[in-house]
């Protein structure tokens, strides 16, 4: 099953941060998608960094994708600095 039909089957379930994480992560990797539906998949997968980085998950795990690890970096970042104002 492709990220795509994931997303389409589990929109009403409720899933964890970690599922919904992975499953906008493959669909705006994925050179396939169009561009409407990566954007839209941007503020899902953002919305779940502070329950991941809570969760110590990128302590744990290294995102290979270089072009998807600087932008969470400098979202990550940007959600540190925040905290501490």
Do not use: N, Y
């Amino acid at each position: 099953m492709s990220p795509l039909q994931l997303i389409s089957v589990k929109s009403e379930v409720s899933r964890s941060p970690l599922e919904t994480f992975v499953a906008c992560a493959h669909q705006m990797l994925d050179p396939a998608t169009p561009e409407a539906v990566r954007r839209a998949m941007e503020p899902r997968l953002l919305a779940q960094l502070p329950a991941l980085r809570a969760l110590g998950v990128f302590d744990l795990f290294e995102l290979r994708d270089p072009a998807l690890r600087a932008w969470l970096d400098d979202e990550l970042a940007g959600l540190a600095s925040a905290a501490r104002q």
